[in-house]
């Protein structure tokens, strides 16, 4: 499968979350000039990293930091035990990502990226996965020349926060339900957060149009 190798002007939201962070790192290591958006203020010493503070809420703390960028990464998102709420969850999983995807879109950038969830359906029952729907929905109005949507199953990976009810998941999910995941139910088997991260670098901008991509598409690490 063809990926994209030339260095490019990338940005990255949710850069301090578990992928987020994978694919900064990936996305330095193959020399991409890279602009971090965090809520705190953060420091790099590389040269091809810059972190930048902005506030969510205020579209004019960041719309000007999409000029110039090539390819845009959201792997924004929070829990609602984190957020507080349903209502404050969504602010983040919905109105923050948004926010941000439309940036993009009226700076001109070519390339966007989202990261999602298996099962994603804004008609859902699931308040979660209705949320992870209703995002999808709105950047796909959007105008991009590619916008590659990433449905992952349950994560594995370290986070800096933990979760309880995630890492035995974690633990137990890749040997006791992954095995007996094939066909159609493939999709529902677990990710490695690298494998997502290196798929999340490699695949923007690969194809025109809208991509959405499952666990049999990622790239294996």
Known sequence: MEVNTSSRNCLVAGSTG????????????????VTALSRYE?????ELLTFRKIDFENEESFKDLFLDISDAFICLGTTIKKAGSQDDFRKVDVDYCFSLAKAA??????????????GADSSSNNFYLKCKGEIEDKVSALDFKSLSIFRPGLLIGAREERRVGESIAQFLQPWLIDPFLQGAAKKYKSVKAMDLAVSLKDYS???QGKKVYYFEDLIST
């Open 18 to 33: 578990l992928i987020g962070n994978l694919l900064t790192k990936e996305l330095v290591n193959s020399n991409d000039q």
């Open 42 to 46: 953060l420091s790099s010493t590389d």
């Open 105 to 118: 879109s009226q700076a001109g950038v070519p390339n966007i990226s989202i990261v999602t969830s298996i």
């Open 205 to 207: 901008g690969k194809q």
